[in-house]
């Protein structure tokens, strides 16, 4: 549009021209200051978009519980009532019900996500030392430690975003580590980010559409060209987005601004984009952390229903009542290491995880800096 304008204008000037320069200044300026994200970042644009693609706009803005401050950590009290509202919550969720739920689902023979040996250092610190594991499909895996265990490395290394020193990682008996992130998310596997990473001036909707194109694929010159099969894949795209955000009870608050929403609606949108991928494993770095109960009680019942739904979940995990909530299976972590695994009743049980996660009684504290519950 803006060559055309430039060379018809040219054409229509004639005796003007010698004001070109000004007149393409002013052009430029009124541009910028209406239409700042160009034609297609206009509202009317999008309006139409939308539109097409059949998606309805939110009705309420305030459905998202924007503006709510993160609540403070959790007492026992309120933890015991979270856990009470989290198995009510969980009892409830279903799948995303309508066509393309399914898509939703774990695909059959998704195999088991295994970890050999994986090692990864910082200078002198050896923050993963030959770590195992395997997260199955349909298992909540909660992976827990100290402060600087290297639980977040972990999830780094098993998500492509670190390279390796040692060790492998598999999906059933496909190797994928050393293929970098972009190759990992395709082979399956979604992550959410320990500080919630999101597109900050796009609606939720548009965050999770970001992951739901990776599923709803069109060739890149028909998406350009708007040809009806890069439409096509447009609007499954949108619809995967708004299956995804519903799942996680955010349909209402899919036009929100995502500067506008609270800390936990950003981990709940994170969670929706890794859904959106139609993942069969997700991993989730620290979702609770900074949540108010309520926000943790939703959050615990979409864990739940990913495992439901037959998805292998990993989550790193702080919070002990919400681990023994929400897991099947715990992995312990201590300087890079595995200490202990099981069931979260043994493993809560453990003397050895007593004493470096939540701190010898009488212990005089965290001198140490690590978390005491
Ligand atoms: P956790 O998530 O369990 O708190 P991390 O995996 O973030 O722990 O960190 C484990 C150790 O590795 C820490 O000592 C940390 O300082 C170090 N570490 C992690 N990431 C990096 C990095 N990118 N550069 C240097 N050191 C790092
Ligand atoms: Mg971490």
Known sequence: LGTALVFGLTEFLGGLAQYQGIIFGVILLAVVATVPDGFMGARWWRRFTTARAGIRPSPAR??????EAPGPPLSDQRAEDVSKETAALAGRRSLPAGPGADTLRAGPGAGTLRAEGLRRSFGGVIAVDGLDFVVRPGIVHALIG?????????LNLLSGFYRL????VFIGERRIDGRGPATVARAGIAR?????KLMLGASLLDNVVIAAQAVERSTDVASVLRAPSGRRAARRARERAAQALDFVGLGESRETLASE?????ERLVEVARAVA???RFVLLDEPAAGLSPAEIGALASVVRALAGAGIGVLVIEHNLPLVLEMADEVTVLDHGRCIARGDPESVAADPEVVRVYVGVPGDAGDASGRVSP
């Open 62 to 67: 305030a459905a998202s519980g924007g503006g």
């Open 165 to 168: 020193e040692a060790g492998r």
């Open 192 to 196: 959410t980010f320990q500080t919630p």
């Open 146 to 154: 100290p402060n600087g265990s290297g639980k977040t490395t972990a």
């Open 277 to 279: 991928l139609a993942p």
């Open 261 to 265: 929403v609270s800390h936990g609606t």
